[in-house]
């Protein structure tokens, strides 16, 4: 950690500042996890051990709550079980996510006291938990958890009294972090990590968060690295500069990022972006104007309310999996409002963004291609020129491509997905290296293409269709 301080920051209180320089992509720190559980809804489909998802996982014999892929997770998981496996079992019931997570930490911090490691700036006691400014609501269910974490938590253990309970439900509600997969797709599970919790806010911030999950693969345990998360700088940091990442998607109008942060970090954010609206304009925009014609503001105000209204509808429809009528009701809206909101207006955004995934899962790859372009050009105006989710959805975009056969459009989304995320992920995170193997296949494929047109779609056509590797030897002589 001697690449940061603690510092007061004006008007957010403490902060992390940089004590060198930094450069776009450079790790400033990493930090294990004090604890991570799997979400609720995913404990029979991933990994308690390396937060991995699989179809075929191990059950715990004695808790029958824990999977895991095999042995050597099992065994890689053991410390962080023992006392949850024999307590889940005298409990007889699952409980929830966030009391298996205090859970976990307090039999740590019973183990290895305030002080757990000498990476480690704060203690948890220091951290706030804001639970004097909880709604009503979120009170309510405070009081729960901690009536049932007291059902659940074991007489052998240490006993604890209901305010460091309280403290440690306050501070997973407002510093738990989330947890991804192996590949960073899909939201796993939560976890609480001490030191990222100083970094401060930031809508345009200069450091992004990512988690890597190390490596568990070994079969003796010695060899495994910890999961972790790492704090990585998005372009140049000058020495003294405070360090911040953005809570809450940048995507989003500054009014909703402020309600979102006021909601669930308790506090008013006054960055510039916010401040200003900066962009605000292009997210709720028309289009411009052409040959002297532009849409006027009513008719921009009613495509929008129309555009909103038939989002409920989609998403409606793709949560009971009905996705041919998504598709139908987005081009429906699209036909209406592509005319009058501008390329970078939200809710067109996510018709578009919606709809090249689920004509990607239908296999309808043209349109796929088609509107994953226009995604990721909507975002490029948006969102900074290193940001992760800009990276994906360019990532996306190119292997939609590649699917529909346009292979420079689908090499080039591919090229800038892997820059992107060389930044944001680092180049030994799995889905960075899928994307240099991609970048390989689709450059490979694009020089093939400039050679000879027909070889390169009489070649792929094969491949796509798994004809035996003779006949595409025939196809191609």
């Known amino acids: ?44 489909r991933v990994c308690h051990s390396c937060f991995r998802q699989q179809d075929k996982l191990q059950r715990c014999g004695q808790c029958k709550v824990a999977h895991y892929c095999d042995r050597t997770c099992q065994r890689a998981g ?28 307090l039999w740590r911090l019973d183990k290895e006291g305030s002080i757990m490691s000498d990476m480690q700036l ?27 974490f007291l059902d659940y938590w074991p007489r052998t253990s240490k006993q604890h009294n209901i305010d460091d309970i309280s403290h440690i439900f306050g501070v997973i509600n407002c510093n738990g972090f989330t947890v991804s997969d192996q590949r960073g797709l899909q939201a796993v599970g939560v976890g609480l990590f001490l030191n990222l919790c100083l970094v401060n806010h930031n809508c345009w911030p200069n450091c992004t968060v990512i988690l890597n999950h190390g490596n568990q ?48 970090y308790f506090f008013d954010c006054t960055c510039e972006h916010c401040k200003n609206h900066i962009k605000d304009d292009l997210k709720l925009g028309g289009v411009a104007e052409v040959d002297g014609v532009k849409p006027t503001e009513e008719q921009v105000k009613e495509a929008t309310e129309y555009c909103f209204q038939m989002l409920e509808k989609m998403e409606s429809a793709r949560l009971k999996g009905d996705y041919h009528e998504v598709v139908k009701i987005c081009k429906e809206c699209i036909e ?36 994953s372009r226009k995604m990721v050009e909507g975002y490029m105006k948006l969102y900074p020129p290193n940001n992760a989710a800009l990276g994906m959805a360019s990532m996306r975009a190119g292997v939609s491509h590649w699917q529909a056969g346009e292979i420079e459009v689908g090499h080039a989304m591919v090229c800038r997905a892997y820059a ?50 003779a006949m595409m030897l025939q196809i191609k002589d």
């Open 122 to 148: 704060i203690t948890l006691d220091e951290l706030e938990d804001h639970i004097p400014d909880m709604q009503e609501d979120d009170l309510k269910d405070l009081k729960v958890d901690i009536h049932n």
């Open 78 to 105: 053991w410390a962080e079980h023992k006392q949850e496996c024999g307590a889940i079992k005298a409990y007889g019931k699952t409980p929830n996510e966030n009391i298996r997570l205090a859970a976990r930490i």
């Open 217 to 264: 693969s070994a079969v003796n345990t010695m060899f495994h690295s910890q999961r972790r998360i790492e704090l990585r700088s998005l372009g140049k940091i000058e020495e003294g500069e405070e360090l911040t990442v953005s809570y809450v998607d940048f995507l989003n109008l500054s009014e909703e990022r402020q309600r979102q942060l006021k909601t669930q």
């Open 420 to 469: 992107i995320l060389m930044v944001t992920h680092g180049p030994t995170h799995p889905i960075t290296k899928d994307l240099e193997a991609m970048r390989v296949q689709t450059e490979m494929e694009l020089r093939m293409f400039k050679q000879n047109e027909y070889v390169y779609h009489s070649m792929r056509e094969a491949a796509l269709k798994n004809k035996p590797m």
């Open 336 to 371: 209406k409002t592509e005319p009058v909101l501008a390329d970078t207006h939200i809710y067109q955004l996510r018709m578009w963004s919606t709809l090249s995934e689920v004509q990607a899962y239908l296999q309808f790859f043209t349109d796929a291609a088609d509107y």
């Open 1 to 44: 950690m001697e690449n940061v301080a603690i510092f007061d920051s004006p008007g957010k209180g403490r902060g992390l500042k940089a004590t060198k320089e930094f450069w776009a992509g450079d790790v400033i720190f990493a930090e294990p996890s004090v604890a991570a559980v799997v979400f609720d809804s995913l404990l029979e």
